[in-house]
């Protein structure tokens, strides 16, 4: 996205645990197409319900300098965003939002997460930087609270991060915080848009899209935050201090 705006932060709650794939039991599956056997991980007991296919992991390896070979990683569920409820930053992902497919990137944009790497505490300028990569994502439903949340599975490779890779397995680092790009957002109290994607045409004075300090009054008895309407997701971060207490996810 060009003259995208960048945002950080993120209201989650613990969901399942921390996870190293050497001691995880790969399940593997014929191709129809050529037959051969590709290993995927069985993380239905996370949440997911699914198997998730890493079969382009070794590709991706190459790009961001990490292993190749799932049995390297640390895997996390993180349920990273919660639609609708803007963070500590008073930013929200609306669930339309986060359903609206991206032509782009062939995808609803919550899974724009996948194939994007980790990092740790968004150092994320240089790719082959980075502590591992996104293995899946999904949007659920969380019935007690009536919320919708997009959980990431983000991997952290041991070979090139032991200590921070560690530090996650034993619980001792346990905080994240999404990555995320966007050009159009709406104003909580006037309706109206503004970003670099649009056309202004909200009426709320002092306040900018780059400026995030002129958010969070209450005006009338509604918060001032603005809402991603395009958000595509480039990074999950292991963070020591998160945007939100509840940002973090237990291990084993």
């Known amino acids: 996205m060009k003259n995208a705006v960048k945002l950080y932060g993120s209201i989650v709650s613990p969901i399942t645990a921390a996870s190293a794939m050497n001691k995880t039991t790969l399940m593997t599956a014929k191709s129809k197409k050529s037959g051969k056997k590709k290993k995927a991980i069985d993380m239905r007991s996370s949440g997911f319900g699914r198997p998730v296919d890493v079969s382009w992991l070794f590709t991706a390896s190459e790009k961001y ?5 799932i049995r390297d990683y640390v895997v996390v569920p ?41 990092f740790e505490e968004h150092v994320n300028d240089i790719l082959v930087n980075a502590k591992g990569v996104n293995l899946d994502a999904t949007l659920v439903h969380i019935p007690k609270y009536n919320a919708y949340k997009v959980v990431v599975l983000s991997a952290f490779c041991r070979q090139k991060d032991p200590r921070l890779a560690k530090l996650i397995l034993s619980g001792k680092r346990n905080s994240y915080s999404m990555g995320a790009v966007a050009t159009k957002f709406r104003c909580s109290i006037c309706g ?33 935050y603005h809402s991603a309407l395009d958000p595509i997701f480039i990074e999950n971060s292991s963070v020591a201090d998160p945007a939100d207490i509840s940002a973090v996810a237990p291990v084993l």
């Open 65 to 69: 300098d990490i292993s190749p070979d």
């Open 192 to 224: 109206g848009m503004l970003g670099p994607g649009v056309s202004r045409t909200c009426v709320c004075r002092g306040t900018d899209y780059t400026q995030l300090g002129s958010l969070g009054r209450v005006i009338k008895g509604k918060l001032h």
């Open 78 to 118: 993180v349920p990273v965003i919660t639609a609708a409820i803007p963070n500590r930053n008073c930013q929200a992902f609306p669930k339309n939002s986060l359903l609206d497919f991206s032509t782009e990137y062939g995808v609803p944009r919550y899974a724009s997460f996948v194939g994007k790497p980790t």
